[in-house]
């Protein structure tokens, strides 16, 4: 065989080996031994991050990494040189749609050979310390694992309020530990990160990420937590999750809010199903952003709430009724107003009749 056809071979071989196209599906028997963990990692745009991400994490035959480029812009990212394209421990797909971080984590489900699965957005990364925690917990008998997280502002963005949101995460987390009522570790806290999820259970109940172009992981969470009460957390923080300008949590644009309100509202018919609060401060910031986008908008983005609004508002009254001790504020303004001015005023102007 002459020099050029071995470096061919090799070549090919680099290939097929760490970098499957979307149809190129393969069963999670197909290992020779099950890894333990199957880290899966949506792309776009950012590879220098992406690279610190996987600096992060060790190479191990037992971890599995999955790299999902969700159509990135060539004058952004040096395919050639792409982020773990020929690292042997590495698997890099490339999806042309781009439809997203939830289509793209979708895929790497499919992928997914480990017992455990870790979601890692490209711009965060592991501590030193991460797989340690992650292989003494590795027989827990969980569905699903909370782990410490931080959170790194690198941009200084102001109005930054993610220190009162790790605090009632912990606090969330430790109450859930001692009394075992999954409220508020189940209606929030809809990240995939920060968590380890069972993957069997994952598989078994058929769970998927929404393919919408922003918050596509909340109702992958809610629908998880409501199928299990094997849920448990371990405090050591491990992961480290960037806010920064220009990710797609911080990117306002019309179609994405709608998109952002609609899966609120399927998220919302979860928790009121299972005798949670709804979320009704997130979806009153939605309808204030889309009033920022003209008359039109708002019409439009009142027209997909008040579709949904009439079991929404009958179930919300219910639970209030259920729970007394716990409303009593709102109890009081049911009474002075009835229930149509109770519920404009703590849904706000906007979703008034």
């Not at 992958?220 to 094997?230: C, G, R």
């Amino acid at each position: 065989m002459s020099r050029l056809e071995l470096t061919l071979c090799v070549t090919l071989t680099r290939i097929f080996t760490n970098c499957y196209t979307e149809d190129m599906k393969c069963s999670r028997s197909e290992w020779p031994q099950q890894p333990a963990f199957s880290i899966i990692i949506p792309h776009k745009n950012i590879p220098d991050l992406l690279q610190r991400c996987l600096d992060s994490i060790p190479r191990r035959a037992d971890i599995q990494i999955i790299v999902v480029d969700d159509n990135s812009d060539p004058a952004k990212v040096d395919f050639d040189n792409f982020p773990g394209l020929n690292d042997p421990h590495v698997e890099v797909v490339f999806s042309k749609e781009g439809r997203g971080g939830g289509y793209a984590r979708n895929i790497g489900l499919s992928k997914a050979k480990g017992k455990w699965l870790i979601f890692s957005d490209a711009d965060d990364y592991f501590s030193q310390n991460a797989f340690a925690n992650f292989d003494k917990n590795n027989t827990s008998e969980m569905d699903i694992l909370f782990f410490g997280i931080d959170i790194v502002d690198e941009d200084s963005i102001e109005n930054n309020d993610y220190s009162f949101y790790l605090e009632n995460r912990k606090d969330a987390i430790i109450s859930y530990r001692a009394n075992r009522r999954k409220r508020k570790i189940a209606a929030f806290y809809w990240e995939p990160w920060g968590k380890m999820f069972l993957a069997d259970y994952i598989f078994q109940n058929n769970l998927r990420f929404s393919e919408t172009p922003v918050m596509n992981d909340a109702l992958f969470y809610v629908l998880a937590a409501e199928k299990t009460d094997k849920i448990d957390a371990f405090e050591d923080i491990v992961y480290f999750y960037i806010l920064r300008n220009g990710s797609t949590v911080r990117t306002n644009d019309k179609q994405k809010e709608m998109a952002a309100l609609q899966e609120s509202v399927k998220v919302n018919k979860v928790l009121i199903r299972n005798g949670y609060f709804t979320d009704t401060r997130n979806i009153n910031e939605q309808l204030k952003t889309m009033e920022e986008f003209g008359p039109d908008a708002l019409v439009e983005a009142k027209a997909v709430y008040l579709k949904n609004r009439h079991r929404l508002d009958c179930a919300l009254f219910h639970l209030l009724m259920k729970f007394p001790k716990m409303c009593i504020m709102v109890q009081n303004r049911i009474k002075r107003t009835g229930i149509t001015l109770a519920l404009r005023h703590y849904f706000g102007k906007y979703i008034g009749s």
